[in-house]
């Protein structure tokens, strides 16, 4: 299992995503409870632009560890990704709670925020996203998921 999750972590970082994701597929494959190997292919799938199936995995991966920060912040973006900005805050606001100090999480509640036109409150989230993790690569690779 560890193998598969790996070697497709590796492909992902080398933008191999079709790879990455039969990878993935045979991690979960293995180990049906494995919510490691079904985030990982749901951040496949985002990757590639398939953000509803990319949702089920995340969901998956969630109802398998209630407490997989990473999951909820993927289903996050991948909602902003389609729009739906009320359902990615819901998942950045669990991230946050799991989470206090997810830089990441705030910043991608912040760009819903934006979306739903409600810029005062996402000049906050960005605010505490720069205060907890001012590193630069952190917004300029915001949007990507993990």
């Given at each position: 299992?560890?193998?598969?999750?790996?070697?497709?972590?590796?492909?992902?970082?080398?933008?191999?995503?079709?790879g990455a994701k039969a990878d993935f597929y045979k991690a979960a494959k293995?180990?049906?409870?494995?919510?490691?190997?079904?985030?990982?292919?749901?951040?496949?799938?985002?990757?590639?632009?398939?953000?509803?199936?990319?949702?089920?995995?995340?969901?998956?991966?969630?109802?398998?560890?209630?407490?997989?920060?990473?999951?909820?912040?993927?289903?996050?973006?991948?909602?902003?990704?389609?729009?739906?900005?009320?359902?990615?805050?819901?998942?950045?606001?669990?991230?946050?709670?799991?989470?206090?100090?997810y830089a990441k999480a705030y910043y991608g509640r912040g760009l819903a925020?934006?979306?739903?036109?409600?810029?005062?409150?996402?000049?906050?989230?960005?605010?505490?996203?720069?205060?907890?993790?001012?590193?630069?690569?952190?917004?300029?690779?915001?949007?990507?998921?993990?």
């Open positions: 299992l560890i193998f598969y999750i790996n070697r497709g972590q590796e492909k992902n970082n080398l933008r191999d995503f079709i293995l180990d049906t409870q494995s919510g490691d190997a079904y985030n990982s292919l749901g951040s496949t799938k985002a990757n590639l632009g398939d953000y509803k199936d990319a949702i089920n995995d995340f969901d998956r991966a969630i109802e398998l560890n209630h407490k997989n920060v990473l999951a909820y912040y993927n289903r996050g973006i991948a909602k902003s990704n389609l729009g739906d900005y009320k359902g990615a805050i819901n998942d950045f606001n669990e991230a946050i709670k799991l989470d206090p100090e925020k934006a979306g739903l036109k409600d810029p005062a409150h996402a000049e906050e989230d960005y605010k505490m996203a720069f205060a907890l993790d001012y590193r630069e690569e952190l917004y300029n690779d915001a949007n990507n998921i993990k």
